[in-house]
């Protein structure tokens, strides 16, 4: 069964739902096996590596039941406005002298104030005129005006997790709908900005529910697409979640590679609790990651990442 639909796959045509489904029962090893000949085919031996910085941190109105950086959950965290600009290009040129391809702006809160984003715009640019990186950001539901700005300031792509399926999002957030995610991802794009979008897996959602999730990024034509592992934060009302075991995860991001053949898939936070950081999920379909550290969590150093790329044969390279 597996082999069948992979075949499929590899012939240029799509996964139904019903055979991404039948998927949840495949055996481990065939299920891998065969997402990591996908990624091959589709994707070669190219591994797209991204940094992000957090650029302003908590005092978040929404109330993601997942995340430190919300004000509804008392989770010790540092709370500060937006970063001095010249603490955010010191970061960004690090990053860059250590041969990491793109770099992330991420922000606390709904949205950014148009004075923030005049902030960051300028930022961007001076970036831009000291170094090659590709700049990203992900600073919540901004207006096609904002993403305009930004994008003739040097920004390239915008970062909005969709998190979950549709079905299951109101028991994640009540403060935003996964539609207004939609929304942004479509403004952005309206901007010609490239997009990144994905999930957190690990919220108490099904395989159905990672599997809806994946579909509604597929049909949004996402091709970077970040697979968050939950981190159970003190505080939060998600702390007590049962932390998801390795054949789990590295199940769901073959799925996804299935469903999303073409796409780099990118491990984000909550890889370091992998023994082996991420090493055999780049040989289970994904092929992407964020190095350093996350915003609110350590993370991988940029030193062994690039040792892990090395051991895996892939080569990183930037993806548009």
Known sequence: MVNKIKNKILSEEKITYGEALSLADAPINQLISAADEIRKHFCGNIFDICSIINAKSGRCSEDCKFCAQSAHYKTNINEYPILDKDEIIKNALYMAEKGVLRFSIVTSGKALTDKDVNILAETIKEIK???NISICASLGLLSDENFKKLKDAGLERVHNNLETSKNFFPKVCSTHTFDDK?????????????????????LGESMQDRIDLAFSLEKLNIKSVPLNILSPVKGTPFENNKPLSEEEILKTTAIFRFIIPDAFIRLAGGRSILKDKG?????????????????TTCGISVDTDM??????GYIVELIN
């Open 129 to 131: 005129s000291k170094s």
């Open 182 to 202: 939609v929304n942004a991802l479509k403004a952005a794009l309206k901007s010609n900005l490239s997009v990144c979008s994905g999930g957190i897996i690990g």
């Open 307 to 312: 040792q892990i790329i090395k051991e895996t």
């Open 279 to 295: 090493k055999k999920a780049f040989l289970s379909g994904a092929n992407a990651a964020i190095t350093g550290d996350m915003l």
